[in-house]
């Protein structure tokens, strides 16, 4: 993430806008859907998030929750797909407990725009956040051009990292999905109705 600032000549105004920087491209975070819907802000988090919380079940502390801040894209910034793409090394910790158990779950907030919340704490349901839950897999064959493609346009530091850790294709296979963007408690989104064509 970076901030850019831009000066306009006109009214000696500073504008600071938040942006996802990608290979050769800085695309602002856009205005988020209405609170009212639900599946397309769901959506919205997923795609415009760049990183989040993978929380698993700890392998080197049995039975402990343990959560990492681990990058993922969900596409390349012109195509959503609503599934959390993530490079994965073998010697890391994600790596290690979703040897034992694969469950896992992914948080985003909107707090990482750093903008769209500026004004309320993180916990403020109007900071929507999204936790998406499944298991973590292989990334197939037939869709390893699509992630490496997406991942290293989206985090092009990637590309530079270590090639002995042994980096493996992974993804989320979705099969639950919360959100809480508004005051009155978190909507359970059916599978079926978030992966449904966004925009």
């Known amino acids: 993430m970076a901030v850019v600032v831009k000066w306009c000549a006109a009214t000696c105004a500073v504008i600071l806008a938040v942006t996802i920087v990608t290979e050769g491209t800085s695309v602002t ?3 988020p859907p209405s609170w009212l819907n639900k599946t397309a802000t769901a959506r919205y988090l ?3 998030a760049d990183w989040g919380v993978v929380s698993t079940i700890s392998s080197m502390f049995p039975g402990t929750p343990f959560g990492i801040v681990q990058s993922f894209a969900d596409g390349p910034v012109d195509k959503s797909t609503g599934i959390p793409y993530f490079y994965v090394s073998k010697i890391s910790t994600v790596y290690a407990n979703i040897q034992e ?9 909107e707090v990482e725009s750093r903008e769209l919340c500026s004004k309320v704490d993180p916990e403020t349901p109007t900071c929507a ?10 990334v197939p064959s037939q869709e390893e ?7 290293f346009a989206r985090h092009p530091q990637m590309k530079d990292w270590p090639k002995g ?17 508004f005051f009155g408690g978190a909507a359970i989104i059916p599978v ?8």
């Open 145 to 151: 051009l699509f992630a490496r493609t997406a991942l």
């Open 165 to 181: 850790h042994n980096w493996l294709l992974l993804k989320l296979d979705v099969t639950s999905v919360w959100l809480i963007d």
């Open 46 to 48: 997923a795609h415009s």
């Open 29 to 31: 975070w856009p205005p």
């Open 129 to 138: 956040q999204l936790t998406l839950s499944g298991k973590m897999i292989p």
């Open 101 to 109: 158990n694969n469950t896992v779950s992914l948080t985003v907030s």
């Open 192 to 199: 079926e109705d978030y992966f449904k064509p966004w925009p």
